[in-house]
């Protein structure tokens, strides 16, 4: 079987800033990342691509993309906020293209010298946000299934879900929970959630099943994987007519764990370092 090419990294450098004049001059990573595969043309193979097939989680696109943006955040074309919108910058607004090969070695120079005066550069800090992510995916996909899914209902209540109870019966048609999300002290849903502890992409086919068993039974559905989504699943989860199904993927999730300090400490001391506690997870 023919290996699969993907886009280099400094291809998506121009698709990311008409993708950001295209939202308004500002987006999230998942709204700039869409619109750049829409310019781009990308097929659904090369979407689906992972970054590392052992572990699951990051696709190769979204991996590169990722660099896309910390290049032209270094080139002064972007700027982000600690909720994770990213933005034109002044420069990047006046800005129609960039050389790519200018781009590249601006950035390499930067680094070069940052590294000379042994200051921490954005290799080091990409480098830095890899270890914890292995380490705490490694933690997870490790943990026993019950301790798991004991885990995903302590990172609903810390997000504002109420009676929120671990089922996970048999023939329960892969539902391992149910909770009630409350909006402003005044909407209340029905949630019945299903975690999976997989490394590789949840199909369009597990939606529908999830889906299947939840019907009447709930107001929506949130499927929690350590993996990722095929784009068909993305589509089936939000298709019209259903009952909607929210989507957690493994970056989501290792993100809502940090920002929910869960077993994930963090501590700046000029750059940001990241712990996590395996014991804490032991401990579930």
């Known amino acids: 079987m023919a290996e699969i090419s993907v886009p280099t990294f400094d291809t998506f450098m121009n698709p990311t800033i008409q993708a950001l004049k295209d939202l308004g001059g500002s987006g999230t990573i998942e709204e700039i990342n869409s619109r750049v595969i829409e ?14 097939p052992d572990k699951g989680g990051q696709t190769e696109v979204e991996y590169r993309l990722a660099w896309t943006r910390t ?14 919108v990213w933005a034109l910058t002044p420069k990047g607004r006046q800005l129609d293209r960039v050389n790519p090969k ?3 070695q601006f950035v390499q120079q930067q680094m070069k010298e940052a590294r000379a005066v042994a200051e921490q550069g ?7 946000e890899a270890t914890w992510r292995d380490k705490l995916l490694d933690t997870l996909l490790n943990m026993e299934p019950a301790a798991f899914e004991r885990l995903i209902q302590r990172m609903l209540r810390e997000s504002g879900f109420i009676q929120v109870e671990v089922t996970g019966r048999s023939g329960d048609g ?6 009630i999300m409350r909006l402003g002290g005044l909407l ?16 369009a086919s597990q939606v529908r099943d999830f889906r299947g068993a939840m019907v009447g039974r709930a107001d929506k559905g949130l499927l929690v994987t350590t993996g990722n989504f095929t ?12 009952t909607a199904i929210d989507l957690i993927d493994g970056d989501q999730l290792l993100d809502k764990l940090k920002e929910l300090a869960l077993g994930v400490q963090t501590r700046t001391i000029e750059v940001e370092q990241v712990t996590v506690n395996r014991e804490w997870f032991a401990g579930i």
């Open 188 to 203: 209340s849903f029905h949630v019945l959630f299903q975690c999976k502890r997989y490394r590789g992409a949840v199909t």
């Open 231 to 242: 784009k068909d699943a993305v589509g089936e989860a939000t298709r019209d007519g259903a």
């Open 102 to 104: 200018t781009v590249r």
């Open 174 to 179: 892969g539902i391992d929970g149910k909770g």
């Open 71 to 84: 290049y032209l955040k270094k080139y002064d074309v972007l700027e982000n906020s600690s909720r994770g």
């Open 122 to 128: 954005a290799l080091d800090e990409v480098e830095a």
């Open 39 to 52: 310019l781009t043309g990308l097929t659904d193979a090369q979407i689906e691509v992972p970054h590392d």
